[in-house]
């Protein structure tokens, strides 16, 4: 699913961990949880990241997307993604 929006696995890696903030969004299948990131790469691209909470601090990566128009940029901000 990266692929489609051109992002790395590792640039949405580095997006998702250069933030704290993380908003709970709408639950996926079987009610799993998920959440959004809003944060940076080290190449300073503006990401949004939707994963899902597996447990034990750990997460998986559902998809990644530069934000794109009003919403998503709100959305971003709200997150903490500047």
Known sequence: MLDK???TYEEACE????TANYLRTTDGPGGE????AAGRTGADRRLIVIFADEGAGQGRIITAREP???KEEARHRRAGGN
Not at 15 to 18: G, H, I, K, W
Not at 33 to 36: C, D, K, P, T
Request: aromatic share 8%.
């Open 5 to 7: 929006h051109d992002v």
């Open 15 to 18: 997006a998702a961990e250069s």
């Open 33 to 36: 949880r998920r959440y959004i």
């Open 68 to 70: 794109r128009g009003r």
